[in-house]
């Protein structure tokens, strides 16, 4: 399936210590062979070919000789367009699983969806949305980090939410806050999106990875405690484990009967995406396959970013 047309929006990376910076994008191994000349016309046997002499340097060739036109080698094919094919033919490989994918390269913004592109039941991966929903509320004066909240802190319930998606945590943070202040909250960053039915797209998503990881929904100090907690969580089998140890990843998986997802931000040197995968399918049989569904669209990912 072609992807959208792409949309922009402003992704500059905040100054964060804690975050390598990432490479431009390369097309993956394989070069286009350049066209060559065909093979010379074989001399006939009866014919003497006589020798030529050597051709002069084009630099120092005689006055009034034209020059010889060099044709140039046809250009490479546009990372681009070989992320999309391959990232559809995984899609389209596993059919039988509903998949949708979101991809924001943060070098320029653009935004690009393949396969499903309707909301999903968001499971866990909305904890990060309420977390910076209370970060916004301790910035405006309304909350704070250190408010009691079901026996510890409320910046502990955070860590809790994020790293180890600690749902009892996710309840106490969503309470606080109240459902319509975190409607409104994510309508404020174009997200229209209801608690109590917890629904995401793909897209809405990764708009929300963007505007974190831009410094753009909360300060520097929340934006780099919130990233923190989006590392080393407690299950790393899903986008972490497809990517390799020199590109850093910031992210929140969610796993609620059929929906396995993972939301992330990849980052090597000056270059980064936010990549956002989810899946439906069968609870008891489709785990296996859809963990590799991410494997291998994160693969292709990752090579855009070597």
Not at 63 to 76: C, I, L, N, R
Not at 90 to 106: E, F, K, P, R, T
Request: aromatic share 8%; no cysteine.
């Amino acid at each position: 399936m072609a992807p959208a047309a792409p949309t922009s929006s402003a992704s500059v990376p905040p100054s964060l210590p804690t975050l390598p910076a990432t490479s431009a994008a390369e097309a993956p191994a394989g070069q286009v062979p350049v066209a060559t000349a065909g093979p010379s016309e074989p001399a006939s046997p009866s014919e003497t070919v006589p020798t030529s002499p050597a051709s002069p340097n084009p630099d120092t060739a005689a006055p009034g000789t034209p020059a010889v036109a060099v044709e140039p080698p046809p250009p490479a094919a546009p990372v681009g367009v070989i992320l999309h094919e391959q990232i559809n033919g995984v899609i389209n490989a596993y059919g039988d699983h509903q998949v949708g994918v979101a991809l924001i390269d943060m070098a320029d913004g653009h935004t690009y969806e393949y396969g499903a592109r309707t909301k999903f039941v968001a499971a866990s991966t909305a904890k990060i949305l309420v977390a910076a929903a209370y970060y916004h509320l301790v910035e405006s004066g309304s909350a704070s980090l250190t408010a009691p909240l079901g026996g510890y802190v409320a910046s502990f319930q955070i860590r809790q939410m994020v790293q180890y998606s600690n749902n009892e945590s996710w309840a106490l943070l969503r309470d606080a806050i109240g459902y319509q202040r975190l409607r409104e909250y994510a309508a404020s960053i174009g997200i229209n999106y209801d608690p109590a039915v917890n629904l995401l797209s793909p897209a809405e998503m990764a708009g929300l990875l963007n505007l974190l990881y831009a410094g753009q929904l909360i300060n520097k100090q929340h934006t780099a405690e919130l990233l923190s907690f989006m590392q080393h969580t407690n299950y790393e089998s899903l986008i972490p484990a497809a990517v390799p140890p020199d590109i850093s990843v910031f992210h929140k998986y969610g796993w609620l009967n059929g929906n396995l997802h993972d939301a992330s931000i990849l980052v090597q040197g000056d270059r980064s995406f936010v990549f956002v995968i989810y899946t439906l399918g069968n609870y008891a049989n489709g785990l296996p396959a859809r963990t590799q569904v991410i494997h291998e669209l994160t693969r292709i990912v990752v090579s855009a970013l070597k």
